[in-house]
Nanobody, 117 residues
């Protein structure tokens, strides 16, 4: 079955860094557009970063210049390097695999990131 397993979350002080990983199985990883979303308490889930099958990337304005998304197709893994973290980055971060030709989404279970001031 499809599994997206996030890891790397935790608690960090403002200005610190974390690297999230998402290991995928049960999907054709190289053909999936991979995204990171986040959901803060009481807020809607929002797109943080996206990396297409081509390797092109997009970022939400609040994280531009601080976060970097990357993928390793040989390891079926997508990463999110988060630098200069701010308290407003506190949220549950979710990995998402999206197949545009079938409009199919798969989600991980989420990993908590907490940034203290």
């Amino acid at each position: 079955q499809v599994q997206l397993v996030e890891s790397g979350g935790g608690s960090v002080q403002a200005g610190g860094s974390l690297r999230l990983s998402c290991a995928a199985s049960g999907i054709i990883f190289s053909m999936a557009n991979m995204c990171w979303y986040r959901q803060a308490r009481g807020k809607q889930r929002e797109l943080v970063a996206r990396i297409a099958t081509s390797g092109s990337t997009n970022y939400a304005d609040p994280v531009k210049g601080r976060f970097t998304i990357s993928r390793d197709n040989a390891k079926n893994t997508v990463y999110l390097q988060m630098n200069s973290l701010k308290p407003e980055d506190t949220a549950v971060y979710y990995c998402n695999a999206y197949y545009s030709f079938t409009n199919t989404h798969y989600w991980g279970q989420g990993t908590q990131v907490t940034v203290s001031s």
